[in-house]
């Protein structure tokens, strides 16, 4: 889409230049009112570029949240990530929930200390803290 876009800008200069040079042959106010129509028409066309690959896009995004469903009743107090389809939530009772893409998936992680804090630098380098003293690491193994 983008690439069609700057193909018609740069048709359209094309077009603009060649008739500025067929409007040096023309008479001063004939001139003078064709240079206007051409500058507001490549204003159009700059305007449209920028509204197609700018501000288009994010009209049409999706900007709603959506309610998703998980098999627990825990109450869930962070989350954290490293790519959309590698997303963890961590709560009370040692809940520990991994999102794949697709479904959120329990984990045991075999503590039931409530868990209150969870960081990643990576998909493999992931901790979580919670309630008495309760330090975990994940590895990306296990």
Known sequence: MLGFLFLIAGFVLLIAGSIILF????????KRK??????????????????????NPWLQSDKTWHS??????????????SSASDVFAIGDSGTLLHYDGQSWNSVDIGTTNGLGGIW????????????????????GQS
């Open 68 to 81: 998703m469903k998980t098999s627990i009743k825990e109450d869930l107090w962070e989350i954290w990530g």
């Open 23 to 30: 409007l040096s042959s023309l008479p001063r106010p004939i």
């Open 120 to 139: 990643g630098s990576s998909a493999s380098d992931i901790f979580a803290v919670g309630l008495s003293g309760t330090v975990l690491h994940y590895d």
């Open 34 to 55: 064709i240079m206007q129509w051409m500058g507001l028409t490549v204003l159009l066309v700059i305007l449209l570029i920028v509204f197609f690959v700018f501000v």
